[in-house]
């Protein structure tokens, strides 16, 4: 049936709530319990409608009425998972209704088929060898309805997943975006696209239906391609226009927070989810990464006890579990469950980047190689997936290697500091100090999450011999570090105080050598030289007195940026 017309500005939630209340309505009819249940949750947030706003139920023709018996009998199999007797009931109905639900009656038994054999004769890291068979089969009958234009929405949907089963992305996408302008408001067609969109530039390429849907889809597709700040604003203004009760929403702006680190608010959102909506299982994978980021082990135990309680066998449990024993340095039993998970759904992506990084843990590099690419075949946006290539091509010792998926990671997260570290690491390892430098700067200007570009940088200018940049990425670094005091959990402010007081007792600057040298006898590893600095600076000073320049200009003109500085002022921080 064709719904396009049926959309609407925001402007009438009445509306909007008809639209949703019908397309859970044709969702359920033909098994499509994800995208019924998206839609009923969308409907729950709204007011309810009085009993005459109601829609009314959809026109029933002549082949429906012929169909009836039919297909009530095999939607009463379908719903039992007993797909090869729902299709056999099915075959020569001739309604749209009875001929979607026999082909994905047909297309779901070959699922099935496949993952039992998966599950029966491979380890989870040989998945992906076995195909549904009944694709091909299913590909030419829809191919020739599709040519006579006898495809209705749904059916067009089914179509454009067997062509991405079959790795015909480019059919497939034009396919979905045909579905998308037959039926708007079946939210499983705009997801099966998401998943095809590689960049922002194919985004803007695509025509897409003009609904209130787009908004929901463009939000979803921010969030994919890390416009985080794009995707926020769309879902403010979602909530503006009369979301603001949606789980599915706040869910959503929960994972945005959680793709840019933003831990402190993404946890106090899905806080707010599990408050709203305590049975919930969707998205808590991701609220387990974040608790296992912050170690928060009680809180981890707590929320994997209590989905085990909801459903043991749900892929979202088996990833909680497995990040609380990674928690715990259990790797073998966390490896376990991310394997369990993959046994439920073969492409969850969570559980492929987090079962390579148990592997890491336990030195596997070979089977780490393996699930990470696993993780890219099932989304090529993974950065996780590339950077964890990265790293263990950097424990083989394979520069080159690392070089090329820290770009891919680097590629997908432009700005994150973790990235260009990596880079500048792999670049240094290739001597290629000048691109190392502009990726440890970069890293330093975005806002280095784990303070080492700047040190890293300085000990690269140290390397080199170019001591005033090596200088002046130190001074940064230890302001960088008192700023966020910590500069007694950092190990290395020792190492930058005694390259400073070096420096400016060379440079016969000897107050700022001195503090330095003081400085140094805070810390147990800088303490003895610290000492011996101060007796040097004490023996120059009875023979000379030489006044301090202007230490805090730029030091040099080369390649690295160098940026004015204040006053390094070490008295003030107290250790």
Not at 64 to 82: I, P
Not at 176 to 189: D, N, Q, R
Not at 450 to 471: P, T
């Amino acid at each position: 049936m064709k719904m396009a017309a049926l959309c609407s500005e925001f402007g009438d939630l009445v509306q909007i709530k008809k639209q949703l209340i019908t397309a859970i309505s044709l969702c359920k009819e033909r098994g499509l319990l994800h995208s019924a249940k998206w839609a009923s949750e969308l409907a729950f947030a709204l007011d309810p409608l009085p009993k005459d706003a109601l829609p009314p139920s959809q026109p029933f023709t002549e082949e429906d009425a012929q169909d009836l018996d039919a297909l009530t009998l095999a939607k009463s199999y379908f719903d039992l998972k007993e797909y090869d007797r729902a299709a056999y009931f099915l075959k020569g109905c001739c309604s749209q209704k009875a001929y979607f639900l026999y082909m994905y009656s047909r297309y779901l038994s070959g699922e099935k088929k496949k993952d039992d054999e998966t599950v029966d004769s491979l380890g989870p890291l040989e998945k992906g060898q076995v195909r549904n068979e009944a694709l091909r089969e299913l590909r030419v009958e829809l191919s020739k309805k599709h040519i006579a234009g006898e495809l209705d929405g749904f059916t067009l949907y089914l179509y454009g997943v067997v062509l991405r089963k079959l790795d015909l992305l480019k059919e497939a996408v034009e396919v979905f975006v045909e579905a998308i302008h037959a039926l708007p408001l079946h939210w499983g067609a705009w997801l099966e696209l998401s998943n095809l969109v590689t960049n922002i530039e194919m985004l803007k390429s695509l025509s897409l239906a003009d609904c209130w849907m787009k908004d929901f889809f463009m939000a979803h597709m921010y969030t994919e391609l890390q416009m985080i700040k794009e995707a926020l604003q769309k879902y403010q203004n979602l909530i503006e226009a009369g979301f603001s009760k949606s789980t599915y929403i706040i869910s959503q702006i929960a994972v945005a927070y959680h793709n840019i680190r933003d831990i402190d608010q993404a946890l106090a959102l899905f806080n707010e989810l599990r408050d709203q909506d305590p049975y919930r299982i969707d998205n808590m994978d991701t609220f387990s990464n974040l608790l296992y980021v912050k170690s928060m082990k009680p809180e981890l135990s707590y929320l994997a006890h209590n989905l085990v309680e909801i459903d043991k066998y749900r892929v979202e449990t088996c990833c909680v579990i497995g990040n609380y024993y990674s928690l715990r340095s259990q790797h073998e039993k966390a490896a376990l469950y991310f394997q369990r998970a993959l046994k439920l759904n073969p492409r969850c992506l969570g559980a492929w980047t987090l079962m390579g990084h148990e592997y890491m843990e336990m030195k596997n590099t070979s089977a780490a190689i393996q699930a990470y690419r696993h993780a890219i075949e099932v989304n090529k946006r993974d950065y996780r997936a590339w950077y964890g290539l990265g790293q263990t091509y950097e424990i083989l010792k394979m520069p080159f290697y690392c070089l090329y998926y820290y770009r891919k990671a680097h590629q997908l997260r432009p700005n994150d500091s973790r990235m260009l570290v990596a880079l500048g690491e792999s670049y240094e390892k290739l001597s290629q100090q000048v691109e190392a430098k502009k990726c440890y700067w970069r890293a330093y200007s975005v806002g280095d999450v784990e303070k080492m570009a700047l040190l890293k940088l300085a000990k690269l200018h140290e390397q080199l011999n170019e001591s005033d940049d090596a200088a002046q990425s130190y001074m940064l670094y230890i302001q960088d570090i008192f700023s966020c005091g910590e500069q007694l959990e950092h190990a290395e402010v020792s190492t930058a105080l005694r390259y400073l007081g070096q420096y400016y007792f060379k440079n016969k600057l000897y107050d700022e050598a001195s503090l330095c040298a003081q400085r140094c006898c805070d810390y147990n590893d800088a303490r003895e030289e610290g000492k011996a600095l101060l007796r040097q600076i004490s023996q120059v000073r009875d023979q000379i007195e030489t006044p301090s320049a202007d230490l805090f200009a730029p030091l040099s003109n080369n390649n690295t940026p160098v940026r004015r500085v204040s006053p390094l002022n070490l008295i003030s921080f107290t250790p």
